[in-house]
DNA sequence: ATAGGGTTAG
């Protein structure tokens, strides 16, 4: 027994829902020979192909005499000599290269300073994200114009604080249409359409920037048949909101109507080119991309990078390489576009090869290989990477954090993020996902408590990402009450978050629970989907709803347009043959549009076991010995039902079986948090401190368990994995012991949490409940495939598992 | 010196 005082995380540690998807399996991995399609020859595009450029020198005048007469800028008072304006220009030069100091230190050398010199301070501070010196600039300031108080609008929405930025525009004597402008666009960035239209409808003077900022309010919010109707009403757009249109299409997938726009164009530019060119190359249409950007009538640094990215994601390196080879400039983001797909495609060797001789690193460059390396589980050279680089930001932690947690390194993982915390690393929403899902890995309650008061802190609570995970850490930390009080505060519940409490409630045996949720969720026309499905067809199947179940398997398909999966059969399966209607369930398999697979069997055997069916359990546990001759739980479970129905020669060939296999046998551990360490407990273990308290409570617990009734479930089956022994010291199976040390520690009146790697074996559960009605305590149990919630006697399990 | 569209990393 050890007594660790951080983290301590036996692999492999199952996941709450019992399946980890590594996070780089969900990266776009196409092979290189996929076919490309066939250029298809978009007749409409030949004819109309007149470009006209706008210079920029044009686009200035144009801006300047759009603003004329609106504003009267430059109310200063003062009489501009040439030699101040020269300072000026000192000023937002070094500001433009980021030279924050140096622009400082002219403004300070200057003889005279004007408004515009003032104005110049702010919005180069703004731009460079500095924004308390920003601030600091704009109170300071003797005089402020209409520039001045738009500039800082523009600081307090880049910012992120929308009220500060709304405060500013109603307190400003006086507003020009920058100022609306500005307004209605920073509502529209931040997702409140309504907001944003408001101030459209309110605004005194519009133009075509104006106009522009309502159509990207609604497309860039989704909004994309709002924002057609906006853009049909009227004749006259700018290609920039053209383009704007073009790229909601675009972004959605909806590639023909994009190029039904993109043909009827009066005026393309090279925006429109590269937007139709990425659209392509994103949709995996490489072909039909390709043929845009060789029509391009002028291509820049996006067109080529749209191009080289289209075929770096979807695996055609080589041709990638070849535009990458060709490009006649390369800024920061095409080389990382090349690297990312060498990555993707887990050439690391090419990839490093390129970053080594990259001339113009930056952060992402960094980050991209270390993400790299992380996902292939090389984190020794992520970790070189991490140490090397000049700058590290919140992605470069997340990357490091996510890669540990991904190769089952939980424990790293959430030192990563403490170490993060302490440098005073400015954490955001991906941040404290990541050490929400990682405090779910390994059931790490109380640190996933700190978490939350952090994020809490942090402002982040209110966000439906970072609400999900709080969420999904408290149902598989086993804090349900927690976790539904965090589902109760969500401002916004999407899909996952309903998806996620309903399966919490269902994996900890409250099948009841989670079918009102569900009723709830289609009350408030939330339209469930497959994963949705799967968590209430298991919650029936926990609450022996049997009916319910069949009900909603048939309604599925009917009412919400979803196919069943193999999951779903999966749950119909344990559903039918808990409620010992095995034939059903048999039938049902065979039915089903795609064979069996291992699990089905596993839940048929279970089944047979519970309903004494030996037959029936042999011959699925010969498909599953057929399908996975390693998986140890499973010759546990057909011993378990040999056992049952008294064949104890079958029982010992089991044994036998197994040896000759040579499956191994993973060692069974359970453990609980108490004061922030955790106890770690194996089989009869005999290292702990502690251990005479232990035992002699234990022995006391089993005189008064045999008096209150229970008797031994088994001596002679094979528990669990876990070897039975016959010394008195080694009687115990690690649940019970860790069990007995939270009655002993966990103060009266606190559930006792204790996290077991494996499968509860019969005869603990049978003694766990009469432990929990004589101590009068509430224990909550994680085995590897769910919740037992022992009070009063009776567990949430319902005696199935 | 202030307001609008397109590419990359997480």
Known sequence: ?????????????????????????????????????????????????????????????????????????????????????????????????????????AFDAMPRRTTVSWNAMLSGYITNDRFELALHVFRRMPHRDLVSWNTMISGFVRNGDLSSARRLFDEMPDRDIVSWNAMISAYAQYGQVDAAREMFDRAPVKNAITWNGLLAAYVQNGRLEAARKLFDSSPEWETVSWNAMLAGYVHRRRLEEARELFDRMPRRDVVSWNTMVSGYAQAGELGVARLLFDRAPTKDVFTWTAMLSGYAQNGMLEEARRVFDKMPEKNEVSWNAMIAGYVQHCRMEQAMELFGVMPCRNISSWNTMITGYAQNGELSHARKLFDEMPRRDSISWAAMIAGHSQSGLSEEALGLFIEMGRLGERLNRSAYTCALSTCADISALECGRQVHGRLVKAGYAAGCFVGNALLAMYCKCGSIDEAYDAFMEMPAKDVVTWNTMIAGFARHGFGREALEVFDWMLDLHTRPDDVTLVGVLSACGHAGLVEKGIGCFYAMERDFGITPKPQHYTCMIDLLGRAGRLGEAQVLMQSMPFEPDATMWGAL?????????????????????????????????????????????????????????????????????????????????????QKEEIYAFLEDLDRRLKKAGHVSVTKTVLHDVEEEEKEQMLKYHSERLAVAFGILRVPRGRPIRVIKNLRVCEDCHSAIKYISAMEGRLIILRDSNRFHHFSGGSCSCGDYW
């Not at 109309?48 to 109310?75: D, F, I, Q, V, Y």
């Not at 030699?83 to 140096?102: A, D, Q, S, Y």
């Not at 599953?624 to 010759?635: A, D, L, Q």
Request: glycine share 8%.
């Open 605 to 689: 055997l279970g089944a047979s076991r519970i309903h004494g069916d030996t037959e029936l359990g042999e011959s699925a546990a010969r498909r599953i010995f057929e399908m996975e001759p390693e998986n140890s739980g499973m010759y546990v479970l057909l011993s378990n039902l040999y056992a049952a129905a008294g064949k104890w020669a079958d029982v010992g060939r089991m044994r036998v079986m197994m040896r000759d296999k040579g499956v191994r046998k993973v060692p069974g551990f359970s453990w609980i948090e108490v004061q922030n360490v955790v106890h770690t407990f194996s089989v009869g273990d005999a290292a702990h401190p």
């Open 1 to 105: 027994m050890r007594r660790v005082t951080s983290f301590r995380v036996f692999s492999p540690t199952p996941s709450g829902d019992g399946r980890v998807i590594p996070r780089w399996l969900r990266l776009r991995c196409f092979s290189a020979a996929a076919a490309v399609p066939l250029p298809e020859v978009p007749e409409s595009l030949g004819s109309l192909a007149t470009e006209e450029p706008e210079k920029k020198k044009e686009k200035k005048k144009r801006r300047r005499r759009l603003t004329k007469g609106s504003t009267s800028s430059s109310a200063s008072g003062y009489s501009e000599t040439a030699e101040i304006v020269r300072w000026n220009k000192v000023i937002t030069g070094h500001m433009r290269w980021g030279r924050c100091e140096e622009a400082s230190q």
